[in-house]
């Protein structure tokens, strides 16, 4: 089919649940898209913060390929080794204990939910136990975790949802403190807030509430999805302000492109039994054998210390960048997870840009989202902020 082809068919078949853009991705190369086409596109998107190393990383490609010669799903009444092998790095690189995979970051903050309810449950012997979740977050979208998105937009369709869920101002620890009662059990955030406009916590805010839980036996869940695997300079976002959660959720980079989430806890946290969860595709071997092997590359190109640095020239450039335009309001972010607010909408700005070659997304209707492979350099920022001077 060529490319109007395969747009029309897919109007015709795909359920519209996206606005999708005219362009029909066909291949990637590094920091590069390329459509169907041959128009070449620097991807400062990463396909939503996933393609951590790039496309086309050979690791993690033939690991693929070489899983798939040999069995890709078994069940979990098996074991299979690279299973075991990726939620060993995971745990080594997390600090954390355990871990669940299933297929999607959504599915791991299901999981993340039960397992708190039913830690509360074993502790106290009850149920009715309830969520403090943070306004303008972004959790996934099944209904327990749209239940947990603190954005009326993504909820209002779809109530009613699960109860006992309430909101506090994200970095307003006195607002979480307000709304702590006996029947509390868990405090859920993201240390770096992604679709809600690129708020990173405080350090104040997060150890507060590092505290807050241990002093009144609540489980503290840090979503990692989007601002984890190395985005902000550390493995986890969490780890820079010394913060060990009791649950962690992680998905998007930890597979590059594969179906491959999970949820993490600590042994204290571990409240799980046989029967009380599964999945039926999580942590196969085929998506396990990608994750290794994320896990692996992260260490062998050492991308922590390559976001860190790259991450201060972006946001360095950015800085410049929003002194030369007065509609740029603000500028936000961490490593290589940034943001700039307009007073305007950026809806034209992201079309003119893939015009001229380069893909961005936005957080909102005003801020764009800097979330490239973390695997791009210095020039691939100049690229970026050179497209886009000419686009503003």
């Known amino acids: 089919m060529n490319t109007q082809d395969i747009m029309n068919t897919g109007e015709e078949y795909l359920l519209h649940t996206y606005n999708r853009y005219p362009i029909v991705m066909d291949r990637g190369e590094g920091a590069y898209l390329y459509d169907s086409e041959g128009k070449k596109y620097l991807d400062f998107c990463a396909g939503i913060a996933v393609f951590a190393l790039g496309y086309g ?31 060993k790095g ?41 969520i403090i979740a943070m306004k303008h977050s972004f959790h996934g979208r099944s209904l327990g975790a749209l239940s947990l998105t603190g954005n009326a937009h993504y909820q209002d369709p779809f109530k009613p ?22 029947n ?82 600590t042994d204290k946290a571990a409240a799980l039994k046989p029967g009380d969860h599964g999945s039926t595709y999580g942590g196969n071997p085929l998506v396990c054998a990608a994750a290794d092997a994320v896990l692996q590359e992260f260490e062998r190109l050492q991308v922590t210390d390559s976001v860190q640095r790259v991450g201060a020239y972006l946001y360095e450039k950015l800085e410049e960048l929003k002194e030369e335009h007065d509609i740029i309001v603000d500028h936000r972010g961490i490593g290589l997870m940034q943001g700039l607010e307009f007073s305007v909408p950026v809806g034209d700005i992201i079309k003119k840009a893939q015009e001229a070659g380069l893909i961005l997304i936005n957080a909102g209707t005003h801020i764009l989202r800097f979330v490239p ?6 020039a691939h920022v100049d690229e970026m902020i050179e497209i886009l001077k000419k686009v503003l």
């Open 57 to 87: 990383n050979e690791a993690v490609n033939q690991a693929v390929k070489n899983q798939v010669d040999k069995i890709v799903h078994t069940s979990n009444y098996f074991y299979n080794e690279p299973a075991v092998k990726a939620a």
């Open 373 to 378: 492979p973390l695997v791009i350099t210095e």
């Open 184 to 265: 509390t059990c868990a405090i859920i955030l993201e240390p770096v807030q992604g679709e809600g406009g690129i708020y990173p916590a405080t350090e104040e805010f997060l150890t507060g509430i590092r505290a807050l839980c241990d002093e009144k036996d609540i489980l503290l869940i840090c979503d990692e999805i989007q601002c984890g695997m190395g985005r902000t300079g550390v493995m986890f976002a969490c780890q820079r302000y010394g913060v060990r959660p009791d649950i962690m959720t992680v998905a998007k980079a930890l597979g590059c492109g594969l179906p491959v989430g999970a949820f993490l806890t």
């Open 90 to 130: 995971l745990c080594e690189v997390s600090g954390m204990d355990k871990v669940f995979f299933c297929n999607s970051g959504t599915e791991a903050i299901e999981g993340a939910m039960k397992t708190a309810l039913r830690y509360a449950y074993d502790r106290d012997g009850r149920t009715g136990h309830e």
């Open 161 to 182: 949802l699960i109860s006992g869920i309430h909101f506090a101002d994200f970095n307003d620890l006195d607002s979480v403190k307000a709304l702590v009662n006996e």
